[in-house]
């Protein structure tokens, strides 16, 4: 059985850059070259101690490590807002990919990424397609977004808390279960992505509806469900729907990766 770690690029090395940037901050618009220079080779150590050590702890047979694709648009189509609040990448790290990428060859493990989606779309088509055939898949990532993929092959771990997010975690964290965390966060918003939710449900009240039934629908039409609160959600249906559509990451994209390209080969030294 082959275990692949897929490995959600920038939400790694963007919190390795950061570490390494913030005694440098604010940065002078006149930053030295060697400054610069300092910066990128702190953090490709940084890089190639983490890879080093996922292997380590995890014993993986095949890696990838995973960027967004530079037009991946769709989303921001659907919802001018999406991401809104995200800080753009840093010049110096964008000027660095290149390098970092060298870095993950080096370690043994190619960087891919498609133009038109972004790295969590091709992760999740990637992980279903291997779990579908009976491979273990570890997908590395401190993002929530992975967790309704968690299933008997698919793990999520977080390298910098080094530990596995479980089905009992989500749970107790959301208080739904994996198959209800979009519906759940189509209706109270996700800060990480700029979904605000809907206006005047939170917590509570997407609890009371999701256990209702399975689907929003299901829940809609339970005798329980709350008069105000149907309204609300009928209100706001087309919205839901949109955010439902944003937060469900895709699982059908066409790749035409095969386990050979992402067998871990060592080219070090």
Same mark, same amino acid.
Do not use: C, H
């Given at each position: 059985m082959a275990h692949l770690l897929l490995i959600d690029a920038l939400n790694l090395i963007r919190r390795l850059y950061a570490?390494?940037?913030?005694p440098y901050l604010p940065l002078p618009d006149d930053v030295t070259e060697s400054?610069?220079?300092?910066?990128?080779?702190?953090?490709?150590?940084?890089?190639?101690q983490a890879l080093t050590r996922l292997q380590q702890e995890l014993s993986p047979s095949h890696a990838l490590?995973?960027? %967004?694709?530079?037009? &991946?648009?769709?989303? #921001?189509?659907?919802?001018?807002?999406?991401?809104?609040?995200?800080?753009?990448?840093?010049?110096i790290l964008a000027g660095a990919l290149e390098n970092l990428q060298q870095v993950?060859?080096?370690?043994?493990?190619?960087?891919?990424?498609?133009?038109?989606?972004?790295?969590? %779309?091709?992760?999740? &088509?990637?992980?279903? #397609?291997?779990?579908q055939h009976g491979q273990q898949v570890t997908i590395v990532s401190t993002?929530?977004?992975?967790?309704?993929?968690?299933?008997?092959?698919i793990q999520v771990y977080d390298a910098f808390a080094r530990q596995f997010h479980s089905t009992a975690?989500?749970?107790q964290k959301f208080g739904v279960s994996t198959t209800q965390l979009v519906r759940y966060w189509s209706l109270v918003g996700d800060s990480t992505n700029?979904?605000?939710?809907?206006?005047?449900?939170?917590?509570?009240g997407a609890h009371d509806l999701l256990a209702l039934g399975a689907t929003l629908t299901d829940a809609l039409e339970h005798p329980d469900c709350h008069k105000k609160l149907r309204e609300k959600i009928l209100q706001h249906k087309e919205q839901i729907k949109v955010f439902m559509q944003i937060l469900t990451l895709k699982t059908d994209v066409q790749l035409g990766l095969n386990l050979q390209e992402m067998r871990i080969v060592q080219q070090d030294g």
């Open positions: 570490v390494q940037e913030r400054t610069k220079a300092q910066i990128v080779r702190n953090t490709e150590n940084m890089l190639r490590l995973v960027f %967004d694709g530079r037009d &991946s648009l769709w989303r #921001k189509a659907l919802y001018q807002d999406y991401k809104a609040n995200r800080k753009p990448m840093p010049a993950a060859k080096n370690a043994g493990i190619n960087s891919f990424q498609q133009a038109e989606y972004e790295a969590d %779309d091709i992760i999740a &088509s990637v992980a279903v #397609k291997m779990a993002d929530k977004g992975f967790l309704p993929l968690l299933e008997q092959n975690d989500v749970q700029n979904i605000p939710g809907v206006n005047g449900i939170g917590p509570k």
